[in-house]
């Protein structure tokens, strides 16, 4: 049985597997990790797919150094059932050529076409990038 490396603990069949397998995320939270979960397994289709159109990149480029190794959710907010909007703070641990590191985003997650989807970081004075 293959964990997610998600960090949930769980069988990746039933925590971020259905959603790279088409089944939209319920909240924001469950979104953030499994576009980490792709990062972590190179679903490049999948993280571009999950961030939404009008701050889309037109495409990303892999590091075959980097690889992603672990995940913390440090504070959501919103990004509930019945949330058009939702903040999610998160650490992710990466090694990149061999040296480990982390990274630290304040996201921001916008309902678009019902579905939740990525929107960008949320800057450090509080405002929203890629607007």
Same mark, same amino acid.
């Given at each position: 049985?293959?964990?997610?490396?998600?960090? /949930?603990?769980?069988?990746?069949?039933?925590?971020?597997?259905? *959603? %790279? %397998?088409?089944?939209?995320? *319920?909240?924001?939270?469950?979104?953030?990790?499994?576009?980490?979960?792709?990062?972590?397994?190179?679903?490049? *289709?999948?993280?571009?797919?999950?961030?939404?159109?009008?701050?889309?990149?037109?495409?990303?480029?892999?590091?075959?150094?980097?690889?992603?190794?672990?995940?913390?959710?440090?504070?959501?907010?919103?990004?509930?059932?019945?949330?058009?909007?939702?903040?999610?703070?998160?650490? *992710?641990?990466?090694?990149? %050529?061999?040296?480990?590191?982390?990274?630290?985003?304040?996201? /921001?997650?916008?309902? %678009?076409?019902?579905?939740?989807?990525?929107?960008?970081?949320?800057?450090?004075?509080?405002?929203?990038?890629?607007?």
């Amino acid at each position: 049985m293959k964990r997610c490396p998600c960090g /949930r603990g769980l069988p990746y069949d039933e925590c971020c597997g259905p *959603a %790279h %397998h088409g089944e939209p995320p *319920a909240t924001a939270e469950a979104l953030m990790r499994s576009r980490y979960s792709a990062f972590a397994l190179d679903d490049d *289709a999948y993280v571009l797919n999950s961030w939404h159109p009008k701050t889309r990149p037109a495409a990303i480029e892999p590091d075959s150094r980097l690889r992603w190794v672990g995940l913390e959710v440090i504070e959501a907010s919103g990004g509930g059932m019945f949330d058009s909007e939702g903040v999610v703070e998160f650490r *992710a641990h990466y090694r990149d %050529h061999g040296k480990s590191g982390d990274m630290v985003e304040r996201s /921001r997650f916008v309902r %678009h076409d019902g579905q939740w989807t990525y929107w960008g970081p949320i800057l450090t004075d509080g405002s929203l990038a890629n607007i």
